[in-house]
């Protein structure tokens, strides 16, 4: 009981504080992003709060990424009877960590088109509609998405056919110990989560057997509290597992084609998405940042703003902040990271060169790395000083 506690407290919102949006220090900034992101936006949105050069409040919702790419497409308002999350500043609760509950206010009547839209995944998976000339795209860091398993399982892999046979025909797929879909936990059409699987594993959103449930807490205490965890599977955002190791394992997947079950990380236990990063774990997706243009330029900047900081763009410095930590924090990877790319959900991958890559700040992050140390005052020796390490290029 504790630890689902631990999740709630972790994922939904604290009720009773609902003072209206509007009122909270500005400029005030409205998002409606995917749950996985959830823990990115809290960290971020801390950060803004209490950046004196450039104070911003980030007041956010979720939603599944097609509904997100719906709203910010054909500017549908955010109802006022949602509650609408943010997070204390350090003078308002000194104590308030990234683990803790967010506040809520509300809306004004009528609701508010939000300024920022997220999607975990590419928008061509919910929409063939091409973007509005008037939202802008951009892509912010990458996200993998696994299937977990309750920590009592002793279920450690699961191969592209047999995920095929188990969620595209449950009991009738006959791959055992995962037959009864009463304990095959999956998410809604509109999900990222449940999409990008889908694309992976070539069965449509819609035929999929097992519970569907509208967010990932519901996933998350249905796997913890499986009376049969032998049998208990589960789709999460990686972003989701990485808080919750403690009660959750993940399956090594073996994509179509491979010869061998990867990890999104080098190991089971280790946190540095290498496996991602170079391609053998397959199951990832980029996040996608959206805002409101007009005449090509941002309609709100501070919007933006926040967009480029997830993005890891140059822009006026945050006091106490580095976006690399927060982006490896949470279990997601920088752009600039990744040595493979894609151009649409589930398809092919290749390498990918960034112009400016960040893979030695990321590996201190996460693990280790043999990267030189660098600065104005200590150039390298071969390589491009970046974020204080000597890159290749």
């Not at 999350?85 to 609760?93: F, G, H, I, R």
């Not at 069965?203 to 205490?221: E, H, I, L, Q, T």
């Not at 599977?233 to 073996?254: K, S």
């Not at 199951?283 to 309609?299: A, E, F, K, L, R």
């Amino acid at each position: 009981m504790r630890r689902l506690l631990l999740v709630l407290a972790l994922l939904v919102p604290r009720l009773g504080d609902a003072a209206p949006c509007a009122n909270l220090p500005g400029p005030v900034v409205y998002a409606q992003i995917g749950d996985t992101q959830v823990n990115l936006m809290k960290r971020l949105a801390r950060a803004l709060r209490d950046n004196t050069p450039k104070p911003v409040t980030v007041v956010f919702t979720t939603s599944g990424s097609c509904t997100n790419i719906n709203g910010i497409y054909n500017r549908v308002a955010i109802a006022d009877t949602v509650n609408m999350q943010y997070v204390p500043s350090l003078a308002e609760d000194a104590a308030w960590t990234p683990s803790s509950a967010t506040l809520t206010c509300q809306l004004p009547t009528g609701g508010i088109v939000p300024d920022i839209a997220n999607s975990a995944l590419f928008n061509s998976a919910c929409t063939t509609e091409a973007p509005p000339a008037t939202v802008n795209l951009t892509t912010g860091p990458t996200q993998a998405y696994v299937l977990a398993v309750p920590e009592a399982s002793t279920q450690t892999a699961i191969t592209y056919e047999e995920a095929y046979f188990v969620f595209g025909f449950g009991l009738g797929g006959m791959i055992a110990p995962w037959i009864d879909e009463a304990q095959m936990f999956i998410r809604t059409t509109t999900k990222s989560t449940l999409l990008a699987w889908a694309a992976n594993i070539g069965v449509p959103a819609d035929k999929w057997k097992g519970m569907r449930f509208d967010g990932s807490p519901m996933v998350v205490s249905s796997l913890q509290g499986s009376t049969n965890p032998q049998a208990a599977l589960g789709i999460l955002g990686a972003e989701v597992y990485d808080g919750l190791r403690d009660t959750l394992n993940v399956l090594a997947f073996r994509a179509k084609d491979q010869y061998a079950a990867y990890y999104p990380d080098s190991t089971s236990t280790a946190r540095d998405k290498q496996n991602v990063r170079d391609g053998h774990y397959t199951v990832w997706s980029p996040t996608i940042w959206m805002d409101t243009t007009s005449g090509g330029n941002p309609v709100n900047a501070d919007a933006r703003y926040v967009i480029d900081l997830i993005a890891g763009k140059a822009v006026t410095p945050v006091e106490n902040f580095d976006m690399f930590a927060i982006i490896s924090a949470v279990g997601l990877i920088p752009v600039c990271a990744m040595k493979v790319q894609r151009s649409f959900e589930g398809g092919p991958l290749s390498l990918y060169n960034s112009p400016e890559p960040c893979g030695c700040k990321y590996d201190s992050l996460v693990a280790t790395t043999s990267c030189a140390q660098c600065s104005a005052q200590q150039p390298c020796a071969t390589g491009t000083c970046r974020n204080g390490f000597c890159e290749v290029q």
